[in-house]
Nanobody, 119 residues
Framework: QVQVVESGGGDVQPGGSLRLSCAASGSRFEMYAVSWYRQAPVKQREWVARISNSDITNLADSVKGRFSISRDNAKNTVYLQMNSLKPEDTAAYSC?????????????WGQGTQVTVSS
């Protein structure tokens, strides 16, 4: 069982920055693919970013040029750097971990961290 914990959320003014962290347990972190999702009130969950276990990154069009995703395998952590934040980025951000060290690639989710962008 992989434990997933997000942190780094908070309140920020428009134009500000935050860095979210997604920490996952396990000895084969380098084999995990990690994605960030977000969900605003009364909206569907939206995929934001993904980093593969070979460091290939993908970002949703809505955050390209403002957000970036990276990983530090030594710290079992994936980061979501969010710059030039807008009110529409307000949401609960969660990360999903797919463990490719296992043949059936189990999926684990964290509890999420709230980001509120407001003046």
């Amino acid at each position: 069982q992989v434990q997933v914990v997000e942190s780094g959320g908070g309140d920020v003014q428009p134009g500000g920055s935050l860095r979210l962290s997604c920490a996952a347990s396990g000895s084969r972190f380098e084999m995990y693919a990690v994605s960030w999702y977000r969900q605003a009130p009364v909206k569907q969950r939206e995929w934001v970013a993904r980093i593969s276990n070979s460091d290939i990154t993908n970002l949703a069009d809505s955050v390209k040029g403002r957000f970036s995703i990276s990983r530090d395998n030594a710290k079992n952590t994936v980061y979501l750097q969010m710059n030039s934040l807008k009110p529409e980025d307000t949401a609960a951000y969660s990360c999903k971990v797919v463990d490719y060290s296992s043949s059936h690639a189990p999926v684990y989710w964290g509890q999420g961290t709230q980001v509120t962008v407001s003046s």
